[in-house]
């Protein structure tokens, strides 16, 4: 038995889902396992960590995400409270503060798993953009994961509520200052945890067409994502881009419009539950990738397809 | 200003990648590239240099003898000294940064150090923010847009959602670069020819201080991923089509 520590994030308050995911792994192997969340009231979450020991909450005056900050405080959660095996999400922020946290406790990390054995502190992972999975193991006193959004099943949570423990954020000097977010163009659903994802490729043909694919995305509340052709041809923002050189999705459903299948795109979201592709050519190598094909234009397509999801989900 | 770019040598994108005995990968007939991020942290660097005349481009690669060919190509796109980590070993992340910390803070003048934000052959996306913290220097990692005043850096940093913190930290710092933070430039002819006769410079990995045995990070195996099976294409006319499609992601895939 090992004591798990899990970092839970919050965006703008919200618990995100993937802590749920870490709960859910967390749970399983009888482990002594406690939560460290940054929070000035920790009442809105104690439902949802059931069934785990207990909940450190962080408090302090300021607890905007400054690195160094959470890095030196999540360093010395991981001390008191004397935690082996801590775990995070490979989120933006995941891949920003574990390496740097690693370096503080002096502990090996393993970023970006498909599966943790926390006992065994072994972990599956993807390696050469997909091609191939490698397993790892950290030796040492402590063991860091972070863990791939949208892959472990969640488990609803059920037991008793955690112990409440409390720990004080480190205000101290930073070496860096993030000094502003700047927001994106109206609430995007961020890509690398989206649960459904409407991309489109070079045959968009412009930057406006993109708005048949959002109309989809909407009726569907998925996340919009492009291919590097569309990137690079200006249709579409470069946050936007799914593949090796844009990010790695993981969604439970990919549609693909006007995207020939190229194997930088196609490693960027070949995990993905259930891959549609629409595309006119019939031979297009997305089509061997993709679990359902339609062989058609996608201006014709995609708004039809909008309709139909609209009429089955009303 | 003395500016740095670590790279690494993968296998091309396009590759096909065998595993040989379990731990490695079949190295017949790969070839290699300066992993593409790390393109974006050369260019980046040399931008830098351009702004600020007197400053200089060092490029750092550990790895085995055909990694020289990566420095070259660094050499060839403008850097004007490279510096080669002979390691044939594989070591992690945290060894990997400590043995590129120590050729950098040999260089008492070391500013702004420019790395990718993963290689894409390990994608495990450390190495810059270890090396950050091993020289006790400020990093931001997953940039997009950079701009140096001499002592100060800003930049902005993609974090989802089309989102962006903007970060300044003091000079030196590592800065970890993400698509999309500048165009790569190709070598010219005459870079390529001036590339030639520079010499690069050759660290052994144990004047480090470093070696493989202290890995905490150890590689039990490789493994080839199951394959997708083959999907359908469905057939008819498009409105049909589009009806059986929503069928069977309701039905059958479950996914709506
Ligand atoms: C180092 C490197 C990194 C790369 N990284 C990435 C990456 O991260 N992501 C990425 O996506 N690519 C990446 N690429 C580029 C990749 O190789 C392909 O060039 C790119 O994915 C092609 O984009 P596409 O499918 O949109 O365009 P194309 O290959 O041009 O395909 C367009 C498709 O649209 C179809 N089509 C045209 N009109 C219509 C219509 N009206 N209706 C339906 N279908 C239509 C065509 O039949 C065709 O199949 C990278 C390449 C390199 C070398
Ligand atoms: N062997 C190496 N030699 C030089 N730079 C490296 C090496 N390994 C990693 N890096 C740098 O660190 C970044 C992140 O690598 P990684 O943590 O392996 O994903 C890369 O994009 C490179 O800039």
Redesign the interface.
């Known amino acids: 038995m090992a004591n798990i520590g899990l970092y839970m994030e919050l965006k703008d308050g919200v618990f995100k889902k993937s802590n749920r995911e870490l709960l859910s792994l967390a749970r399983k192997g009888g482990h002594d396992v406690q939560a460290v969340i940054f929070c000035s009231d920790v009442q809105p979450y104690l439902e949802e960590l059931k069934g785990i020991q207990a909940v450190i909450q962080v408090t302090g005056a300021d607890l905007s995400y400054q690195p160094?900050r959470f890095a030196r405080t999540l360093a010395s959660v991981i001390e008191t409270f004397q935690l082996d095996v801590f775990c995070g999400i490979y989120?933006?922020?995941g891949?920003?503060l574990f390496?740097?946290l690693?370096?503080?406790v002096k502990?090996?990390?393993?970023?970006?798993c498909l599966a943790v054995d926390l006992g065994a502190r072994?972990a599956v992972?993807?390696?050469?953009?997909?091609?191939?999975?490698?397993?790892?193991?950290?030796?040492?006193e402590r063991a860091l994961f972070t863990v791939r959004p949208n892959v472990i099943p969640i488990d609803p949570p059920a037991g008793s509520a955690p112990e409440i423990k409390t720990a004080a954020m480190d205000n101290g000097e930073t070496?860096?200052?993030?000094?502003?977010?700047?927001?994106?163009?109206s609430?995007?659903?961020?890509?690398?945890?989206a649960e459904?994802i409407v991309s489109g490729g070079r045959a968009m043909k412009a930057k406006e067409n993109f708005a048949v694919l959002e109309d989809l995305a909407k009726v569907?509340n998925a996340g919009v994502g492009a291919s590097r052709a569309a990137v690079d041809s200006g249709f579409a923002?470069?946050?936007?881009?799914v593949g090796?050189?844009?990010k790695v999705v993981n969604p439970?459903?990919y549609i693909a419009c006007g995207i020939s299948g190229a194997?930088?795109h196609f490693v960027g979201m070949?995990t993905s539950?259930?891959?549609?592709a629409v595309n006119k050519d019939?031979e297009a190598p997305i089509?061997?990738?993709?679990?359902?094909?339609?062989?058609?234009?996608l201006f014709?397509?995609v708004p039809?397809?909008k309709e139909?999801?609209k009429r089955?989900?009303a | 200003m003395n500016i740095y770019a670590c790279i690494k040598q993968v296998p091309d994108t396009e590759a096909s990648i065998l595993i040989k005995d379990g731990r490695t990968i079949n190295e017949a007939n790969v070839k290699w590239i300066i992993s593409p991020y790390d393109e974006y942290a050369v260019e980046e660097a040399l931008k830098l240099k351009e702004k600020n005349p007197g400053s200089r481009v060092t490029a750092v690669c550990l790895g085995p003898d055909r990694v020289q060919n990566a420095l070259r190509t660094a050499l060839a796109m403008g850097a004007d000294a490279a510096v080669h980590v002979e390691c044939a070993a594989m070591l992690d992340a945290q060894n990997t940064a400590r043995a590129l910390a120590h050729v950098i803070r040999a260089d008492k003048d070391f500013g702004v150090i420019f790395l990718g934000r993963q290689a894409i052959d390990d994608d495990a996306s450390q190495v810059h923010l270890l090396l950050a913290e091993e020289l006790s220097i400020p990093a931001a990692t997953n940039v997009l847009v950079f701009a140096c005043t001499g002592a100060t850096a800003r930049v902005e940093r993609e974090i989802g959602e089309g989102a962006r913190e903007v970060i300044e930290m003091a000079v030196p710092c590592v800065v970890a670069a993400a698509k999309g933070l500048n165009t790569p430039r190709y070598a010219s002819m005459m870079g390529i020819m001036k590339a030639k006769k520079i010499e690069i410079k050759k660290v052994a990995l144990a004047e480090t201080g470093v070696d493989e045995a202290q890995n905490k990070v150890r590689l039990l195996k490789l493994s080839a991923p199951a394959e997708k099976p083959q999907g359908r294409v469905i057939p008819g006319e498009p409105a049909d089509a589009v009806r059986e499609l929503v069928r069977l992601l309701r039905e059958e895939a479950k996914v709506l």
């Open positions: 160094d989120s933006a922020q891949k920003d390496p740097r690693a370096a503080k502990a090996g990390l393993v970023s970006d072994t992972k993807p390696v050469y953009s997909g091609k191939l999975l490698a397993e790892y193991q950290i030796e040492g070496q860096s200052r993030i000094t502003e977010v700047i927001k994106g163009a609430q995007k659903v961020d890509l690398t945890e459904i569907l923002s470069s946050d936007m881009q090796q050189t844009g439970k459903l194997i930088q070949k539950k259930v891959i549609v019939p089509f061997k990738k993709a679990d359902y094909g339609i062989v058609g234009d014709t397509v039809l397809l139909e999801v089955t989900l």
